[in-house]
């Protein structure tokens, strides 16, 4: 009895063992790449910045009074949801904390269209039966500036067209190592209180054609910005959580192999304690 027990803990504790393998090389992986989606991150923010500050100024020098179809307020009936979520699981709560944040705004998903990217997002949305208008961007890692163009594209036209009445840019916002937090970005209609107002101040740039062409102009633009970013963003976020997840794993398995080796020692003690008792006893018999 006690040599069956040794050997089924034998077995569980190469079998964490092994787990505990797969969990430190994917803590590895995820921290190579983690640098390089971080500085990605980085050096997105510039740009985006650059044009905020961009539709700031032509803003302020038409006087906050820029006619745009993109600024027009509508009856919200239907809203179109860009959802950026992970291409693998095994992130901790990463791709579910973002689900959870869109079922708030929408519950039931009513209502509502979806352009999921990333495998999981494409998966949710489908596993729900969610109105999908494309499911083209299913990997989150090749996602580029041209990729993020084309979708803006996308959406400013079908937003000009009525298809939906707003769009909002869902994403995990990368702060920290420990720390990523799902956001949720109004996109479209551009609120003019988004941009900050300089009427006392005499404008130094003159701008051609009309303030208020020119902004129509750079609102694709600007919303593949949004996009471009909230992409990298959410990738150097999900590397973190990945990393942080296996991190944790590693440990919990450490501490298993732990625990698992001392019932071993133990029962391997008690097993050499009857074996003794036994020889003892036989002794004594004859």
Known sequence: MAGASMKDIK???????STMQITKAMELVASSKLRRAKERAENSRPY?????K??????????CDVESPFMQKREIKKTCYVVIAGDRGLAGGYNNNVFKLVEAD????????????GKKAVEHFKKRKAEILTEAYMIVDTMDSDGAAELAGML????????FDRVVLVYTNFASMLSQTPIMLPVLPVEPSQYETRET?????IYEPAPSVLFSNLIPDFVTGMIYGGVCESLASELAARRNAMDAASKNAGEMIEDLS???????????????????AGAEAQ
């Open 156 to 163: 400013c036209r079908e937003y000009l067209a009525g298809s």
């Open 48 to 52: 985006f910045d650059l044009l905020y």
């Open 54 to 63: 961009s539709l700031c100024d032509i803003a302020a020098a038409a006087g």
């Open 201 to 205: 101040r005499q404008p130094l740039t």
């Open 106 to 117: 929408c519950p039931g998903l009513a209502d509502a269209c979806f352009v999921p990217i």
């Open 11 to 17: 077995l569980r504790i190469r079998s964490v063992e």
């Open 262 to 280: 001392l019932k071993y020692n133990r029962a391997r003690q008690g097993a050499i304690t009857q074996e003794l008792t036994e020889i003892v």
